[in-house]
């Protein structure tokens, strides 16, 4: 796994280090993204946030995407951004992860009855990867930190 740091400042040895007698900024600066294919899905957060966490978000957001519309393509996000809305919202309630369980984001989301069928003339070659899990391949993953 690899990660990537970046400052914002060009020149980030003058950049000041906080103390612990400093109250922390809740400004978001840190920015973690994990690339399938031809996707990159990135979120935003505070540097308090764990970047393995973060990761780990993504990947169970893309594998109950990837179980939801059998072999997910760019198109379905594209048009169904319905459901991808409901995963998040399984997942996150007011900015908070309450679930990760791959299963239960699935089962949920499916209750509500927000997955949108494929129409029948589309073909299922466009998918977003060969191999890894459920039909995506990791390609990059990384976090890049800014102050």
Not at 70 to 99: K, P, Q, R, S, Y
Not at 126 to 146: D, I, M, P, R, T
Request: hydrophobic content about 40%; charged content about 20%; glycine content about 12%.
């Amino acid at each position: 796994m690899k990660f990537w740091s970046r400052s914002k400042n060009s020149n980030a040895s003058k950049a000041p280090t906080p103390s612990p007698s400093q109250p922390h900024t809740d400004t978001p600066s840190l920015i973690t993204y994990r690339h399938y294919a031809t996707l990159y899905f990135i979120l935003i957060s505070t540097s308090t946030e764990s970047p393995l966490a973060l990761l780990d978000l993504i990947q169970v957001f893309v594998e109950a995407l990837d179980r939801l519309f059998e072999n997910v393509c760019e198109l379905d996000l594209i048009f169904n951004f319905e459901t991808l809305h409901a995963v998040l919202g399984e997942m996150i309630v007011g900015g908070v992860v309450v679930e990760t369980g791959l299963d239960k984001v699935v089962k949920g989301v499916r209750e509500q009855g927000k997955v949108a069928k494929r129409p029948v003339n589309e073909g299922r070659g466009g998918g977003l990867g060969v191999g890894g899990f459920g039909g995506f391949s990791a390609v990059g993953q990384g976090v890049w930190s800014g102050r």
